[in-house]
């Protein structure tokens, strides 16, 4: 494992967490809940996970919540924005398995891929973050667990179809292993 960030990784996390923002910004679609929409950002955070790794993954997750938060509402709810750096560490753990670079994702890979984020943002967002909210901001318990599972639903369906279709045409991009031959 490597212990230090390439300057590969700076640049993805920097291109990455401006990405972010600004798909979180303004292609974001209401869910018709306060406080909750369908963010396709997260599929997109999965894409960098796959190809970057857990760590740049959740400084993109990290930074780019934080940068939206604080451009859109003048603060920052430190709870999810900590949750969104979790659900990043967690696409790069499940991505590792993948060989996008290579030019592949198999069906294999995609069922692994949707079973794995749906529990990792059930996790996330239907536990941990609701949690956080009860414990640091003193919020109504049934208020912010109700917000996770739609939070929940919403990010795994988002990162489902936008982050497979992604995976799909970022490995479709690059030259399959040995597809190559010399005349």
């Known amino acids: 494992m490597k212990k230090e960030l390439s300057i590969k990784d700076i640049v993805a996390i920097g291109i990455g967490a401006a990405v972010f923002v600004i798909l979180f910004r303004f292609i974001a679609i209401p869910s018709g809940f306060p406080n909750t929409e369908i963010q396709v950002a997260y599929g997109f955070l999965a894409l960098m996970g796959a190809l970057f790794g857990p760590i740049p993954a959740a400084l993109i997750g990290f930074i780019g919540h934080t940068i939206k938060d604080f451009t859109m509402y003048g603060n920052a709810w430190w709870t999810w924005i900590v949750c969104s750096g979790l659900i990043g560490l967690a696409f790069g753990f499940i991505g590792k398995k993948f060989k996008l670079e290579e030019g592949v994702f198999t069906k294999k890979d995609m069922i692994y891929f949707n079973i794995t984020q749906v529990i990792a943002n059930g ?8 949690t956080l909210d009860v414990i640091i901001y003193a919020e109504p318990a049934n208020k912010v667990y109700v917000q996770g599972i739609i939070s929940l639903i919403n990010n795994s ?3 489902g179809v936008v982050g497979t279709l992604l995976m799909i045409a970022y490995a479709a991009s690059r030259t399959k292993k040995g597809s190559l031959s010399k005349d």
């Open 123 to 130: 996790v996330i967002w239907g536990l941990v973050a609701p």
């Open 157 to 159: 369906v988002a990162t």
